[in-house]
C-alpha cells in the first residue's frame, strides 16, 4: 500500500493522545512517534473487523463507563460498538466547542430556524450533537427527527412555518419527505438552505428541491458514526470539495483512493488509520488548508455460485446499459427453490419499465462472467426494481447492498 496524500500530521496532538491512553491503563499497546514515517510505520491500517477487537476489549476490561454509547446501524455488517465523552469536558480548545464555531462561521447564523430531521436512538448522537451544536449559535431549534414518527405531517408543516422555518438538516431522504408533503399539502415553506448528511444529494432530487424552493442552497456534511462530523461542503466551495476539520481528524489517501482516518480528539475508542470505508481525493489549496472531494465508497462485494462480485461490476455494467449508477442498490435474497435472487435497483421512475428496457439490462450484467455462469447453472435469479423500491437504514441512508439470504425465503 502507498500513500498518495496525507493532510499535516501533529506528531505532538497524537503522542498526548496515545499517552492518555496509557494514563488510563487501556489493555492495549500504543506507542509514541517520531513523526510521520515512525507513525505509518508502527500503526498498520486498522480495519473495520480490527476495530472491533478493539472495542469488545474496552468493553470486556471496563473502561467504556461513565460515557455515551453509540453504534453502527448493523444493516451491511456487525454494528460497532462505540463510546463518547465530548460533551463532558467542553473547552474553547475542545472539539464541540471548535466545531460548533466552525459551523457558525460556514453554515448556521443566530437568524436561522433550523428543522433537525436527524434521527433521533439507533445508538446514535448525530440527532442530539445538532441540537446541542445549534442552541449555542443562537439557531431557533426545531428537533423534529423522523418526520413520519410525529404521524402528524400538515400539524408539522404548519409549526414549521408559523416559525418560518428555513433550514432542513438531515439525510436526502428526509428532506425528499418533507418537501414531498409540502407540495402535496400545498404548504408555503420559506427553505433557503438543505443542510444534508449520510449520503450525496443525487442531481434528481436536488432539481426536485430547487424547482420547489428556488432559493435554496446546499450544504454537506461529512462524516460518520465512528468519527462525528468531519468535513463540510457550501455553496463557496467548489462542488464536491469538503473543508476538513483537519486539528481533529488526520487522514491519508492510498494510491487507490482509499481514505484512513485518524481521530485526534482521544475518543474513547481509538480510531487510528482506520479503513472508514470510503474512497476520495485530498489536496491542499491555495487557502493552505486541506480538502477531501469524496468518491464511491469502497468496492463492497457479494458471493455468488461461490464467486465474489463486485458491485464496481455491477455499476459498470448499468452505466454502459445507459443507466445512472449514482444511486443504485442490489438485495439479496433466497427463493423458496433455494436458488440467491439478486435483485438489481435503479433509480428510475417505475414506468421506465418495460420488455425491452430490462432486456438491455440484462445484456449488459450479464457481460460479468460469474453472474452470467450462476444464471446458467440454475443457482440464481435475476430481478429488476425501480427507485420506489429502494430501502433505507434507520437513518435514512442508501446501502449499495442488502444480503438478506439469511432471512426469510421469497418467492421465485
Not at 273 to 287: C, K, N
Request: glycine share 8%; charged share 20%.
Amino acid at each position: 500500500m502507498t500513500i498518495k496524500s496525507r493532510t499535516s500530521f501533529d506528531v505532538d496532538k497524537f503522542n498526548k493522545m496515545v499517552g492518555e491512553y496509557a494514563d488510563k491503563a487501556y489493555p492495549l499497546n500504543f506507542p509514541t512517534v517520531m513523526g510521520y514515517e515512525d507513525f505509518a510505520q508502527k500503526y498498520p491500517p486498522l480495519s473495520k473487523k480490527a476495530l472491533m477487537g478493539v472495542s469488545d476489549t474496552l468493553i470486556d476490561s471496563g473502561k467504556l463507563k461513565q460515557c455515551y454509547v453509540i453504534s453502527t446501524s448493523g444493516t451491511t455488517s456487525a454494528p460497532l460498538v462505540l463510546a463518547s465523552r465530548i460533551f463532558q469536558h467542553v473547552t474553547e480548545d475542545s472539539y464541540p466547542y471548535q466545531i460548533r464555531g466552525f459551523m457558525a462561521e460556514h453554515v448556521f447564523c443566530a437568524d436561522d430556524t433550523v428543522v433537525n430531521l436527524l434521527t433521533a436512538g439507533c445508538l446514535g448522537y448525530n440527532y442530539e450533537g445538532m441540537c446541542r451544536m445549534l442552541e449555542p449559535i443562537g439557531s431557533t431549534v426545531l428537533p423534529v427527527g423522523r418526520p413520519d414518527v410525529m404521524n402528524n405531517m400538515p400539524s408539522l408543516l404548519s409549526t414549521m412555518k408559523r416559525f418560518n422555518a428555513n433550514v432542513l438538516v438531515g439525510s436526502p431522504t428526509g428532506i425528499i419527505q418533507i418537501a414531498q408533503a409540502a407540495e402535496r399539502l400545498n404548504v408555503d415553506l420559506a427553505i433557503t438552505k438543505i443542510v444534508f448528511v449520510g449520503e450525496a444529494f443525487h442531481l434528481g432530487k436536488r432539481g426536485f428541491i430547487q424547482c420547489l424552493w428556488p432559493k435554496v442552497r446546499f450544504y454537506s456534511l461529512y462524516g460518520a458514526t465512528e468519527l462525528g462530523f468531519v468535513a463540510v461542503n457550501t455553496p463557496a466551495m467548489e462542488p464536491h470539495q469538503h473543508l476538513i476539520l483537519s486539528d481533529w481528524f488526520f487522514m491519508e489517501q492510498t494510491d487507490t483512493g482509499e481514505l484512513l482516518v485518524t481521530d485526534l480528539k482521544a475518543p474513547m475508542v481509538p480510531i487510528i488509520r482506520y479503513r472508514i470505508g470510503d474512497v476520495g481525493e485530498l489536496t491542499q489549496r491555495e487557502d493552505k488548508r486541506y480538502y477531501l472531494e469524496i468518491g464511491p465508497g469502497v468496492a463492497e462485494e457479494f458471493s455468488l455460485g461461490g464467486h465474489r462480485i463486485s458491485l464496481t461490476q455491477v455499476a459498470q455494467a448499468l452505466i454502459a446499459a445507459g443507466v445512472s449508477a449514482e444511486a443504485f442498490q442490489v438485495s439479496l435474497s433466497t427463493t423458496d427453490a433455494g436458488k440467491d435472487c439478486v435483485t438489481v435497483l435503479v433509480d428510475v421512475e417505475p414506468s421506465t419499465f418495460d420488455a425491452s428496457w430490462t432486456a438491455r439490462l440484462e445484456e449488459q450484467l450479464f457481460h460479468i462472467p460469474k453472474l452470467k455462469e450462476a444464471m446458467a447453472r440454475g443457482v440464481a435469479v435475476v430481478k429488476w426494481a425501480s427507485n420506489g423500491d429502494f430501502s433505507y437504514n434507520p437513518r435514512g441512508k442508501l446501502n449499495r447492498l442488502l444480503d438478506h439470504r439469511n432471512q426469510l425465503l421469497v418467492a421465485g
